[in-house]
């Protein structure tokens, strides 16, 4: 790499950043870390769930409410716990409205689950900025320092505080401008995907539950008639 490479310029920017600009990387490094794992954990939830629905739907058509509540135990994610709980429900015999209310208490449970690790992005988008200001005002106090020192203003003297100061105000609002904007992407997401997932699972749910009622109403009849 030659010296005035892009890897060179940055290290040159981190050194003239001072101190400051160790806590800024940590920062950029843990949302970073955050970011994909959380892009991914949703990215499965999605996958899995429209394949989990598919399934159970076909279990359920089939009158296997067995084999349904088995493959939803034996599934990971939320739709499977949504899935599950209204299973549940549907296999004891409950009302419908059961079964519905059943379905939001799991779903807001499960939003609790998807939303975790997303207040460590929210934490980072506002204490970066504040990190970068915090060097703002270290740079200022350099600057005035080294005045005071040689009891005279020259450009020379001021230059260095007020570079620290620049860098690390840029290096905070650069890293808390996508953490915001990657933040905000993934409430959105996890909002849509619960709401997916219930719609989903109630339908599905509907479906088994008027099968099991209707064998229900079967039943009766032909035992009356019996009689």
């Known amino acids: 790499m030659q010296p005035g490479g892009p890897t060179f310029k940055l ?18 490094l843990v949302a970073l870390g955050v970011a994909i794992a959380k892009a991914w954990t949703l990215w499965v939830a999605h996958r899995e769930s429209q394949k989990l629905l598919e399934e159970i739907e076909d279990l359920g058509m089939a009158g296997r409410i067995e084999d349904a509540i088995r493959k939803a135990e034996e599934t990971p994610g939320p739709v499977a716990a949504i899935l599950l709980t209204g ?33 460590w992005l929210a934490t980072i988008a506002n204490v970066a900025p504040m990190l970068g200001f915090l060097g703002t005002v270290i740079g200022m106090i350099l ?15 001021v230059a260095g505080g007020i570079k620290v100061a620049l860098i690390t ?46 064998k229900a109403s079967r039943a009766g009849s032909s035992a009356g008639r019996s009689e």
């Open 143 to 157: 600057a005035f320092a080294a005045i005071e020192t040689a009891g005279q203003v020259e450009p020379a003297l």
């Open 87 to 119: 299973l549940r429900r549907v296999q004891e015999e409950h009302t419908e409205a059961d079964v519905q209310t059943a379905i939001n208490t799991a779903g807001k449970t499960e939003l609790d689950f998807l939303e975790r690790g997303l207040v």
């Open 169 to 214: 105000t840029a290096a905070g609002l650069a890293i808390a401008i996508p953490v915001n904007v990657v933040y905000n992407f993934f409430v959105t997401r996890v909002d849509k995907l619960i709401s997916d997932m219930e719609e989903g699972a109630q339908a599905v749910l509907d479906l088994i539950w008027k099968i099991e009622t209707g």
């Open 11 to 28: 290290l040159t920017l981190f050194k003239d950043g001072g101190f400051m600009m160790y806590p800024l990387v940590l920062c950029s």
